[in-house]
C-alpha cells in the first residue's frame, strides 16, 4: 500500500505561508493525494485533493511533483486559526475494487501570533 | 446541511459490556468508514463499507463488528470492549472515490 510520511510539526508566522510537505514515493499512477485537517480533537476536515496538476482552491494549494513522489500544501496566509494537525492522505483502489484512504500521522502546525 | 452524526460523544463502559456506536449520514454516500485515533498514531481505519450489505475489514478491525442494512446507517459494535479499545473514534461517508465528510468523534473510556 501506498504509505505518506510527513514532519511531526512545523511553526509558521502568523501571515505567512506555511507549506507542509508530504513524501508519497509509493504512490500509484492513479491515486490521489488529499489534504484534511483536524482542530484539536474535531473531525478532520477536508482541504483539497490532487492526482498530477497543482490544484488551488479557497482555502490552499497543493503542489504535486511531477514523479508525483511528493507533495506540498501551501497556507498562502496563515491565520492563527490554522493551528491544526494537516494530514496527507493517500486514496488506493484495493485489488478487490474498493478504495482505501491511508493516512499519516499527520503534522502538527503551529501558527505563531 | 451535510452532517455524519455519530452518538453517543462520550462513553464510559465497562469491560465486557456490549456497546454499539451509531453512525447516520444525510448525503445519501455509498461509502462509510470507522476509524479510531490513539496518541501518536494517527487515524487508523477499522472497517468500511462500500455500500448497503457490502462491509470489508480495515487495518485494525479485531473485536469491532459493523452492519450495513441501510445506506444512511453504519453502527460499529463492540461486543465484548476492553481497555485497549479506548479511543477517540470516527465515523465518516463519501461517494466511492470522493471528498470524505467526517463525524465529530465518539470518546470511548472502556474501563
Known amino acids: 500500500d501506498a504509505k505518506t510520511t510527513q514532519p511531526p510539526s512545523m511553526d509558521c508566522a502568523e501571515g505567512r505561508a506555511a507549506n507542509l510537505p508530504c513524501n508519497h514515493s509509493t504512490i500509484s499512477g492513479n491515486e490521489y493525494v488529499y489534504w484534511y485537517r483536524q482542530i484539536h480533537s474535531q473531525g478532520p476536515q477536508y482541504i483539497i485533493h490532487?492526482?498530477?496538476n497543482n490544484e488551488t482552491n479557497e482555502m490552499a494549494s497543493l503542489i504535486i511533483t511531477e514523479d508525483r513522489k511528493s507533495s506540498t500544501l501551501i497556507l498562502p496566509h496563515a491565520t492563527l486559526r490554522d493551528t491544526a494537525v494537516y494530514y496527507c492522505i493517500v486514496r488506493v483502489l484495493t485489488t478487490s475494487g474498493t478504495y482505501k484512504y491511508i493516512f499519516g500521522t499527520g503534522t502538527r502546525l503551529k501558527v505563531l501570533a | 446541511e451535510a452532517q455524519v452524526t455519530q452518538n453517543p460523544r462520550y462513553l464510559i463502559t465497562v469491560t465486557g459490556k456490549k456497546l454499539t456506536v451509531t453512525c447516520s449520514q444525510n448525503?445519501?454516500?455509498?461509502?462509510m468508514s470507522w476509524y479510531r485515533q490513539d496518541p501518536g498514531l494517527g487515524l487508523r481505519q477499522i472497517y468500511y463499507s462500500m455500500n448497503v450489505e457490502v462491509t470489508d475489514k480495515g487495518d485494525v478491525p479485531e473485536g469491532y463488528k459493523v452492519s450495513r442494512k441501510e445506506k444512511r446507517n453504519f453502527p460499529l459494535i463492540l461486543e465484548s470492549p476492553s481497555p485497549n479499545q479506548t479511543s477517540l473514534y470516527f465515523c465518516a461517508s463519501s461517494y466511492p472515490g470522493g471528498t470524505i465528510y467526517f463525524g465529530e468523534g465518539s470518546w470511548l473510556t472502556v474501563v
Open positions: 490532487g492526482l498530477k
Open positions: 448525503m445519501n454516500h455509498e461509502y
